[in-house]
């Protein structure tokens, strides 16, 4: 069984910074995928972006292109989120989620078996 926990989201201004990050109580099969989604209020949840933590490949969703990075540190087990530039619409629940690479996909939450509890990140104006 794996377990995520997620941490650094708060509150910040238009056109500021956070870095999200997501500790793995272990790494498995089930983890050589790890990615971001997130939810805001009455929205469906959508990938942010994805990393194979094997190779280091990563993809995004257009939305954050240019903006967020997704990163990877094996021997902590723990995935990280760059947040730059951040714009009110990126208010949201943010979850760490993992999965198997190569199936795993931004674009289906069901690719996932893992979840984590979220970490809220609130941009104002």
């Known amino acids: 069984q794996v377990q995520l926990v997620e941490s650094g989201g708060g509150s910040v201004q238009a056109g500021g910074s956070l870095r999200l990050s997501c500790a793995a109580s272990?790494?498995?099969?089930?983890?050589?995928?790890m990615a971001w989604f997130r939810q805001g209020p009455g929205k469906e949840r959508e990938g942010v972006a994805r990393?194979?933590?094997?190779?280091?490949?990563?993809s995004y969703a257009d939305s954050v292109k240019g903006r967020f990075t997704i990163s990877q540190d094996n021997a902590k087990k723990t995935t990280y989120l760059q947040m730059n530039s951040l714009q009110p619409e990126d208010t949201a629940m943010y979850y760490c989620?993992?999965?198997?690479?190569?199936?795993?996909?931004?674009?289906?939450?069901?690719?996932?078996?893992?979840w984590g509890q979220g970490t809220q990140v609130t941009v104002s104006s």
């Open positions: 990393i194979y933590t094997n190779s280091g490949i990563t």
């Open positions: 989620a993992a999965g198997r690479a190569p199936w795993c996909s931004i674009s289906a939450t069901n690719t996932f078996g893992y």
């Open positions: 272990t790494y498995t099969y089930s983890t050589t995928c």
